[in-house]
């Protein structure tokens, strides 16, 4: 079985109120590229992956008259894709959601938010911790609250899956540099709260023993930025170790142990300033043991480092056209 993992920026933006498809010549809210060109190159994608679940991170907004299954859905029809079945969790208040396309002949997909509890609220609460070491308990909540879903097989086989989207917001509204770094680090204080939320629900789960699959994007990385170095730990440090046991991505694995030269990406972003792409490991596939001793194999989409994606100029092109995202999967015997 094939599982994915996938940002798709704006992806919102190609359906109308009705949460139709948008495929026309108008541009799209990718730079210079029309609806029917980002479309049509995601058809292309998702047909390239032929994966039976796709964790859609970013899907279309499920706020007012907008339906973010019904989209999904309707995506699918349009490109006759098998994952054509849609789920999804909490809505929120961002036009990004979290959702799940899938193959609804392998597999069913539950949403199933785990009961909070006073240490561990449930992922539409609110997370209490001291950020600051001042004493007092911040009040945290998740943007985009993290998509919990119960999984089995045709096969019969059993497993929870989670899709996650940290993110750490800019520093909007700063007076000068002082205050935009002080809203920066406030932010990322949010952020790894959010991290240690996730971890605890993690630690749950391994406590007993269920299979566990956490994916999608964690907007963090060793070695990223800046401020792992004032926290000591990414985001994806905390949440691919804790106490009740390690989860394992080989690419979170290769950039935790690769300070220095070539490490995996799977995003690139046109920084204007400096007239260049940075590109970035963001998007992170992590399984129990139990999963990958089943004979896990992980693979990045990505058109220029990936020989069978660079050999193959009509997939290349799509994926620079699709998203600033590539996919992630891994292939896993269950």
Same mark, same amino acid.
């Given at each position: 079985?094939?599982?994915?993992?996938?940002?798709?920026?704006?992806?919102?933006?190609?359906?109308?109120?009705?949460?139709?498809?948008?495929?026309?010549?108008?541009?799209?809210?990718?730079?210079?590229?029309?609806?029917?060109?980002?479309?049509?190159?995601?058809?292309?994608?998702?047909?390239?992956?032929?994966?039976?679940?796709?964790?859609?991170?970013?899907?279309?907004?499920?706020?007012?008259?907008?339906?973010?299954?019904?989209?999904?859905?309707?995506?699918?029809?349009?490109?006759?894709?098998?994952?054509?079945?849609?789920?999804?969790?909490?809505?929120?208040?961002?036009?990004?959601?979290?959702?799940?396309?899938?193959?609804?002949?392998?597999?069913?997909?539950?949403?199933?938010?785990?009961?909070?509890?006073?240490?561990?609220?449930?992922?539409?609460?609110?997370?209490?911790?001291?950020?600051?070491?001042?004493?007092?308990?911040?009040?945290?909540?998740?943007?985009?609250?993290?998509?919990?879903?119960?999984?089995?097989?045709?096969?019969?086989?059993?497993?929870?899956?989670?899709?996650?989207?940290?993110?750490?917001?800019?520093?909007?509204?700063?007076?000068?540099?002082?205050?935009?770094?002080?809203?920066?680090?406030?932010?990322?204080?949010?952020?790894?709260?959010?991290?240690? #939320?996730? *971890?605890?629900?993690?630690?749950?789960?391994? /406590?007993?023993?269920?299979?566990?699959? %956490?994916?999608? +994007? !964690?907007? &963090?990385?060793?070695?990223?930025?800046?401020?792992?170095?004032?926290?000591?730990?990414?985001?994806?440090?905390?949440?691919?170790?804790?106490?009740?046991?390690?989860?394992?991505?080989?690419?979170?694995?290769?950039?935790?142990?690769?300070?220095?030269?070539?490490?995996?990406?799977?995003?690139?972003? #046109?920084? *204007?300033?400096?007239?260049?792409?940075?590109? /970035?490991?963001?998007?992170?596939?992590? %399984?129990?043991? +139990? !999963?990958? &001793?089943?004979?896990?194999?992980?693979?990045?989409?990505?058109?220029?480092?990936?020989?069978?994606?660079?050999?193959?100029?009509?997939?290349?092109?799509?994926?620079?056209?699709?998203?600033?995202?590539?996919?992630?999967?891994?292939?896993?015997?269950?």
């Amino acid at each position: 079985m094939r599982l994915a993992t996938y940002n798709i920026e704006w992806f919102t933006s190609l359906f109308d109120h009705e949460s139709r498809l948008l495929s026309d010549g108008e541009w799209s809210s990718r730079y210079k590229i029309t609806r029917r060109e980002q479309a049509d190159a995601l058809g292309l994608v998702f047909h390239a992956l032929d994966a039976d679940a796709v964790m859609v991170v970013e899907a279309p907004d499920a706020s007012g008259k907008r339906n973010t299954v019904a989209a999904l859905e309707d995506f699918a029809a349009h490109f006759g894709l098998r994952t054509r079945a849609a789920t999804m969790g909490f809505m929120n208040d961002t036009q990004q959601e979290i959702a799940l396309l899938y193959d609804p002949d392998v597999m069913t997909a539950t949403h199933a938010p785990r009961a909070g509890t006073t240490q561990v609220p449930r992922f539409d609460g609110v997370y209490e911790i001291d950020l600051d070491i001042d004493a007092t308990e911040d009040r945290v909540t998740f943007s985009k609250p993290p998509l919990e879903l119960d999984v089995v097989t045709a096969a019969g086989f059993a497993c929870h899956i989670i899709g996650a989207h940290l993110k750490s917001k800019a520093p909007h509204g700063a007076r000068n540099p002082s205050h935009a770094m002080k809203l920066a680090i406030a932010n990322r204080r949010k952020q790894l709260a959010q991290s240690i #939320w996730l *971890r605890a629900r993690i630690d749950q789960h391994l /406590a007993e023993g269920t299979p566990l699959i %956490v994916m999608g +994007d !964690l907007n &963090d990385g060793p070695g990223l930025d800046e401020f792992e170095g004032l926290f000591g730990r990414s985001s994806v440090e905390i949440v691919m170790n804790g106490a009740a046991g390690d989860l394992f991505d080989p690419h979170a694995r290769q950039a935790l142990t690769r300070r220095l030269g070539p490490a995996p990406t799977s995003a690139r972003f #046109w920084i *204007r300033p400096e007239k260049r792409y940075l590109q /970035a490991m963001l998007d992170y596939i992590m %399984v129990t043991p +139990d !999963l990958k &001793d089943r004979g896990a194999s992980w693979r990045i989409w990505h058109p220029t480092d990936d020989p069978d994606c660079w050999g193959n100029a009509a997939l290349r092109d799509a994926l620079l056209t699709a998203s600033d995202h590539f996919p992630v999967t891994v292939d896993l015997d269950i």
